[in-house]
C-alpha cells in the first residue's frame, strides 16, 4: 500500500505493508532510531512521536493509520543545525542522565507546548505522565519545561 | 496469509468490508488495546478495518435532547468536549483519569466499550446513563441496544462478526453526575475498582434520585442499590463515612467469593467518596 506522510517536514511516498507499527516504520525503514521502543504496550512512553500535533505511543499504531498525517520525531526538532529550546533546556537543566526517555519525553513536552505555549506546573506533570524516566525524578525534567518557556521555546508551530 | 488493511472511505465501503469480515479480522479504531495485544500475543497473521479516521464516526453531535458521541471519538476530545462536560460531566472526568496523554490522543469511546474490559472507565458511566449504542451491520442495517445489555461478560458483547459499534446516545437530563477510580498508583492507572453515581438534586441540594454503578466488582459494572438507598433523600454534603455499612456490604455481594473483597471495602468507602466530591466540584 502507497504512503503519503509527512515526517519531520519532508513528504516521504512510500509503498510499505500498512500494517506494520509506526515506531517499526520510523525505526526500520526510515533509520530514525531516535524513536525508543521500551515497553511496547503503549505505558512507559519512549516510543511518543507527534502525530497531528498530538503526541502519541508509536507501538500502538499502525502505518495505514497515518496516511495522509504528519508526523514530528525528536530528529525534526532541530532546525538548521540549532537545537529546539527544549532540547538546550534538557541539556542545561540537567534533565537528561541514561538519555533513553528523553526523545519521547521532549516529545510529549513538544506537543504540550503547541497546543498550550504558556502551562501550568501541573498540566506539564500530566503532560509526562505516560513517559516514564527511571533516572532523574522528573523534577529536573519540569524545571527545563520551565526553563525552555522562559526561554522563548519559539510557538512558531 | 497476507496481512489486509482497508481504510473504508464511506459507508458501503465499510459494509463492504464488514461482509468479508473472517475470524482474523479485526476492526481498529485508536489501536491502543488491540495493536498492544497483537504484540502481546504474538499475533501477526490479522487482517484489518481501520475506522479511526472514518468521518462519520468521528464526531460529537447536539440533537436537541440527546448527545450522540461517534464511536471514534477519542477520550482527549471527550474530556476537553463543552458539551459533555456540562451534559454528562462524569463522562468527562472518566476520559480525563483514562491512561496517559498519549493513550487518550488515540483511545476511543467505542474501543472501550466494545472490549468491554472489566477496568473499562467510560462503561459505568454509558451504564448510569442508560446509554443507547448504535451498531451497524454489513447489510448497512442499524440496531439499537442499550450498553447495559450490550456488554455481557469480561470482554464479551453482544456484537456479531459483521457488527460495528457506530455511535453513543445519551438522553439530555437534569442529572449531574461524578466518576471516580482506584488503582494501584495515582496517574496512567488501571482501575482496580471505578464507579459513576448520576443524582437529581433538588434546590436544597437534597438528592432526589440516584443511579450508581460500579466497575471490577463483577464481568461487568453493578448497580449499586444499597448505596443508593442509604444516600436518596440525603444531602450531597453527606460524608462517605456514614454509609461505611452500605458500601461494605454492597461489595461483599458483588464478589463474595473474592480475596479482593477485603480490599475493595475499604477502597469503595474513598471511590464513593471522590465519585461526591466530583459532583459537587
Known amino acids: 500500500m502507497f504512503i503519503n506522510v509527512i515526517v519531520n517536514g519532508e513528504k516521504i511516498n512510500i509503498d510499505i505493508n500498512p500494517t506494520k507499527r509506526l515506531v517499526d516504520f520510523l525505526r526500520d525503514d526510515l533509520n530514525l532510531t ?45 532546525k538548521d543545525g540549532e537545537l529546539d529550546a527544549l532540547q538546550r533546556a534538557f541539556i542545561e537543566i540537567g534533565a537528561i542522565q541514561c538519555g533513553f526517555c528523553t526523545p519521547g519525553m521532549i516529545l510529549s513536552c513538544k506537543a504540550l507546548l503547541m497546543n498550550n505555549p504558556f502551562p501550568t506546573e501541573d498540566e506539564i506533570k500530566r503532560a509526562i505522565e505516560g513517559n516514564l524516566c527511571r533516572c532523574t525524578g522528573y523534577t529536573k525534567i519540569v524545571e527545563a519545561v520551565q526553563s525552555a518557556i522562559e526561554w522563548g521555546h519559539g510557538n512558531d508551530e | 496469509m497476507m496481512n489486509s488493511f482497508i481504510e473504508p472511505k464511506n459507508i458501503e465501503h465499510l459494509c463492504d468490508a464488514l461482509n468479508e469480515k473472517d475470524e482474523n479480522t479485526y476492526i481498529l479504531a485508536g489501536g491502543t488495546d488491540l495493536i498492544i495485544k497483537f504484540a502481546k500475543e504474538n499475533i501477526s497473521n490479522f487482517k484489518i478495518i481501520d475506522i479511526s479516521s472514518f468521518s462519520n464516526f468521528r464526531s460529537i453531535e447536539d440533537l436537541g435532547d440527546a448527545i450522540k458521541i461517534g464511536s471514534c ?11 459533555i462536560k456540562k451534559e454528562i460531566p462524569a463522562l468527562a472526568t472518566a476520559a480525563y483519569n483514562v491512561g496517559s496523554t498519549q493513550i487518550r490522543n488515540r ?30 451491520n454489513s447489510l448497512n442495517q442499524v440496531r439499537y441496544e442499550k ?9 464479551k458483547t453482544t456484537l456479531k462478526k459483521d457488527e460495528v459499534i457506530t455511535s453513543i446516545l445519551i438522553k439530555k437530563s437534569k442529572y449531574s453526575s461524578g466518576f471516580s477510580k482506584v488503582g494501584s498508583r495515582k496517574s496512567v492507572t488501571i482501575s482496580k475498582i471505578n464507579c ?11 438528592i432526589r434520585d440516584i443511579e450508581i454503578y460500579m466497575g471490577a466488582v463483577g464481568v461487568k459494572p453493578i448497580k449499586a442499590e444499597l448505596i443508593e438507598k442509604e444516600i436518596l433523600g440525603k444531602s450531597l454534603e453527606i460524608s462517605s463515612y456514614n454509609l461505611e455499612e452500605s458500601i461494605k456490604e454492597q461489595i461483599e455481594r458483588a464478589i463474595p467469593n473474592r480475596s479482593s473483597k477485603h480490599y475493595k471495602k475499604i477502597a469503595a468507602i474513598g471511590l464513593i467518596k471522590d465519585m461526591l466530591a466530583d459532583i459537587r466540584r
Open chain 2, 147 to 155: 450498553a447495559r445489555d450490550l456488554v455481557t461478560g469480561i470482554g
Open chain 1, 34 to 78: 531516535g524513536v525508543k521502543e521500551g515497553c511496547s504496550e503503549g505505558e512507559c512512553g519512549a516510543c511518543t512521536v507527534i502525530l497531528d500535533r498530538k503526541a502519541v505511543a508509536s507501538c500502538s499504531v499502525l502505518v495505514g493509520q497515518v496516511n495522509g498525517k504528519e508526523i514530528i520525531t525528536i530528529e525534526g526538532l532541530e
Open chain 2, 107 to 136: 483511545a476511543t469511546i467505542g474501543g472501550n466499550l466494545a472490549n468491554a474490559a472489566q477496568c473499562g472507565d467510560t462503561i459505568p458511566v454509558l451504564f448510569a446513563y442508560d446509554a443507547d449504542i448504535e451498531i451497524l
Open chain 2, 73 to 83: 471519538v477519542t477520550m482527549t476530545e471527550i474530556e476537553n468536549n463543552k458539551l
Open chain 2, 196 to 206: 459513576c453515581g448520576k443524582i437529581l438534586l433538588d434546590e436544597d441540594n437534597v
